[in-house]
């Protein structure tokens, strides 16, 4: 496989690589927010810790998804209604990642933050125009709903 390539969609126009792959289960493997439009930026953290969480430059997605290695399935193991979709959290293949991501209302992806290293998501709390996800070890991230990254 030479990599993930944008799809025909039903309309007449291309379907987003990142859309397509949640679509069918899966997610980039490398640690980011990817958006339903295609653009991508590096996401650091401190592991499993969760204590600090940076957004930083635009990653190159054709790079990211070139190599099929670079991609992992996902498993959620928590959904969260809110106002205008949902937010979900999980796990990838490798069991030591996660992932959480924003839905729209028919269950499309807006957003997706993939974290090697961060363990498994398994709870997301709603508070305040605030979410939190919380991984296996209890470690926490919160972050708002009005930024616009998330948004």
């Known amino acids: 496989m030479a990599g993930i390539e944008r799809?025909?969609?039903g309309g007449g126009g291309m379907t987003a690589?990142?859309?397509s792959l949640w679509r069918f289960g899966n997610a980039p493997a490398v640690s980011g927010?990817?958006?339903a439009d295609d653009t991508a930026f590096a996401v650091t953290t401190n592991g499993a810790e969760l204590s600090w969480f940076r957004i930083g430059s635009p990653l190159d997605l054709d790079e990211v998804l070139a190599d099929p290695a670079y991609t992992m399935s996902v498993d959620v193991a928590m959904r969260t209604e809110i106002e205008d979709g949902s937010l979900v959290c999980g796990e990838?293949?490798?069991g030591a990642d996660g992932f959480f991501a924003r839905l729209d209302g028919a269950g499309g992806l807006r957003w997706l933050?993939?974290?090697q290293r961060?363990?498994?998501f398994e709870r997301i709390i709603v508070s305040e125009g605030r979410f939190t996800v919380v991984?296996?070890?209890g470690n926490a991230l919160s972050l708002?709903?009005?930024d616009p990254r998330f948004s």
């Open 7 to 9: 799809e025909a969609s």
């Open 17 to 19: 690589r990142v859309a």
């Open 33 to 35: 927010l990817y958006r």
């Open 92 to 94: 990838g293949e490798l």
């Open 113 to 115: 933050v993939a974290l």
């Open 118 to 120: 961060s363990n498994p």
């Open 135 to 137: 991984n296996n070890l």
């Open 144 to 146: 708002s709903l009005s």
